[in-house]
């Protein structure tokens, strides 16, 4: 798990902190984790002006600023791949403020099908652009700490039922606190990780959502 902040100037923190958030939109699809191999100025620019009523100047820039993210983004984590044959998913939050997620909900990422296809090497990024960030665990033995979380995941599985959610939570936050060290992304900071079975696989969870917030997400999958 690597950390790592965003360098951007004070104009373009002020138009990200500007746009309107009124409900929940990510323009990319992620049915079925297909690869996004276009330019994704024209989506974001079109979720911002569904997430609220935005200006066509806010839209703009908006997706203008986290275009550029992205492609900076890919770039960084290719390298630290070291890949050259790769495709890529995204994720982009707009999210009004919820209490959905008053309860941490700790997990880790399984490898995604992108297109359809068993993965072989991915790394993800999160990055935080406004509102509460992501929650993320380093550990002292990962691999074990992660191995006790995704048998405590199965056994008491939240998606069944949602009161499972507290017993989740009251299970795993004892071993976090006794092994781990628990961080949260402050806005313009991201966080890189790896996802499925790795040792170095990210223990992270959804913030408690006092406030509305937007998430950048790259997903970057060798071939």
């Known amino acids: 798990m690597k950390f790592f902040d ?54 703009h820039h908006g997706s203008q600023i986290i275009s550029e993210m992205i492609r900076l983004g890919i770039d960084k984590l290719k390298k630290k791949m070291i890949v050259t044959d790769y495709n890529v998913i995204l994720w ?26 068993d993965a072989k090497h991915q790394k993800k990024m999160l990055i935080s652009l406004r509102g509460p960030g992501t929650l993320l665990n380093e550990c002292n033995d990962n691999f074990s700490v992660i191995q006790q979380i995704r048998e405590i995941n199965r056994e008491h599985d939240r998606y069944k039922d949602s009161k499972n959610i507290e017993i989740e939570n009251n299970l795993i936050e004892p071993i976090l606190r006794e092994k781990c060290i628990k961080h949260q992304l402050q806005n313009f900071q991201g966080v890189m990780y790896d996802v499925g079975n790795s040792h170095n696989a990210g223990i992270h969870s959804e913030p408690n959502g006092t406030r509305s917030r937007i998430l950048l997400g790259i997903l970057v999958n060798e071939l």
Not at 18 to 45: A, E, R
Not at 95 to 110: A, K, N, S, Y
Request: aromatic share 12%; proline share 6%; glycine share 4%.
């Open 6 to 59: 965003i360098h951007i100037s004070a104009n373009n923190k002020n138009v990200l902190s500007q746009i309107n958030i009124k409900k929940w939109v990510d323009p990319f699809n992620h049915k079925g984790n297909p690869s996004y191999n276009k330019n994704p100025y024209d989506d974001i620019y079109q979720a911002i002006m569904d997430t609220g009523n935005n200006s066509h100047e806010i839209a």
């Open 92 to 117: 982009l939050r707009f999210e009004p403020l919820t209490d959905e997620f008053i309860m941490p909900r700790w997990h880790i990422d399984g490898n995604y099908r992108v297109n359809g296809i």
